[in-house]
């Protein structure tokens, strides 16, 4: 089972794919950060975002997906323009007719660390210990989508033996 995990943003919208063995453990098969031009018009980035995932789900081929959650904090100009990227990453995954599953923010860090308020330190660290990585994936949008992968992963083996 491979599933790419999201995180979204405009300026940079991390990804992660990773594929659980049928023994339970995690892989990394690879991550990395989408970047748009800060100065191109909003409809090209979105677009640049959808192109370049496409590219991305057709060289992984991706069992399942999931995005994380917006959170909104005190910047609501930020916080919209993260809900244009998530809307533009939904719709593509749509498209690639793969499962979609979303978590929140405290959910992705109480399943990597077992504790819903880690802060990005412990998660980078529980990151790589899960998947066995010699050191914390960088940058730190990709190190998220990591995390959302694994969540979306431990989820679906709960939901696939009826204890969720």
């Given at each position: ?61 991706p069992d399942r997906a999931a995005v994380e ?96």
């Amino acid at each position: 089972m491979i599933s790419l995990g999201i995180d979204p943003g405009t300026a940079s919208l991390g990804y992660g794919f990773v594929r659980e063995h049928e023994d339970g453990s995690l892989e990394e098969m690879d991550h990395g950060v989408i970047i748009t031009k800060p100065n191109a018009p909003m409809p090209q980035r979105l677009q640049h975002i959808h192109l370049e995932l496409l590219k991305l789900i057709d060289k992984f081929r991706p069992d399942r997906a999931a995005v994380e959650e917006l959170f909104f904090a005190r910047n609501v100009s930020t916080a919209l323009t993260v809900a244009q990227a998530r809307g533009v990453v939904l719709l593509t995954l749509n498209m690639a007719d793969l499962t979609i599953a979303e978590y929140k923010p405290n959910v992705i860090k109480r399943s990597v660390c077992s504790d819903g308020s880690a802060d990005k330190a412990q998660m980078k660290q529980m990151v790589s210990v899960w998947l066995g990585l010699d050191s914390v994936p960088r940058p730190d949008d990709a190190a998220d989508a990591l995390a959302v992968a694994i969540t979306d992963l431990h989820s679906y083996r709960l939901r696939d033996i009826g204890l969720a």
